[in-house]
T-cell receptor, first 111, second 115 residues
């Protein structure tokens, strides 16, 4: 079983819709959770970090964490074509400096 | 803003050559990381360092070594490059303290081709 799992996609949504990206993780002791955006040919860029259960909002982005279900999601409201990218989920287990990345979900926003 | 720079964007080397990839960060971060990224395999950790002269193996350290002589600089060394080391190499850094603990910031990447 992979430590961090994401659906590879592509996930296609029309412009203006809400895109919902999901991630599950296997280590129940995980402490920190991150979402990165990666455009083709570029390096990952940090979008959000979340550390406690519930929702965290930043502009059009909302991260949701449910530790009991070992599930973290990213919602993108009012999706724009410029949001088309691969979104990586990353999880840090307690006591460790390193994080484990999922393989990413490719999002396509259709104009 | 956090700034992580890598010595080259593109590099072409021959099989058997010794290859040095350098990474520099300007945010006084304690932790530095080297990953490779391949299609379908995602980001895989090669080595990381949590302090000067300290290093730990990641998931795929074979064929690689690292050096961290100064806090801001972390080098990845391919002792004898092979074609299966053709990949995108990404450096990242993170703080071990404060509000942004463990958030990793990436450099632009080096696309290495070994022929």
């Amino acid at each position: 079983q992979k430590e961090v799992e994401q659906n590879s996609g592509p996930l296609s949504v029309p412009e203006g819709a809400i895109a919902s990206l999901n991630c599950t993780y296997s280590d129940r002791g995980s402490q920190s959770f991150f979402w990165y955006r990666q455009y083709s040919g570029k390096s990952p860029e940090l979008i959000m970090s979340i550390y406690s259960n519930g929702d965290k909002e930043d502009g059009r982005f909302t991260a949701q964490l449910n530790k009991a279900s070992q599930y973290v999601s990213l919602l993108i409201r009012d999706s724009q074509p410029s949001d088309s990218a691969t979104y990586l989920c990353a999880v840090r287990s307690g006591g460790y400096q390193k994080v484990t990345f999922g393989t990413g979900t490719k999002l396509q926003v259709i104009p | 803003d956090v700034k992580v720079t890598q010595s080259s964007r593109y590099l072409v080397k021959r099989t058997g050559e010794k290859v040095f990839l350098e990474c520099v960060q300007d945010m006084d971060h304690e932790n530095m990381f080297w990953y490779r990224q391949d299609p379908g395999l995602g980001l895989r950790l090669i080595y990381f360092s949590y302090d000067v002269k300290m290093k730990e193996k990641g998931d795929i350290p074979e064929g690689y070594s690292v050096s961290r002589e100064k806090k801001e600089r972390f080098s990845l060394i391919l002792e004898s490059a092979s074609t299966n080391q053709t990949s995108m190499y990404l450096c990242a850094s993170s703080s071990a303290w404060g509000r942004q603990t463990y958030e990793q910031y990436f450099g632009p990447g080096t696309r290495l081709t070994v022929t």
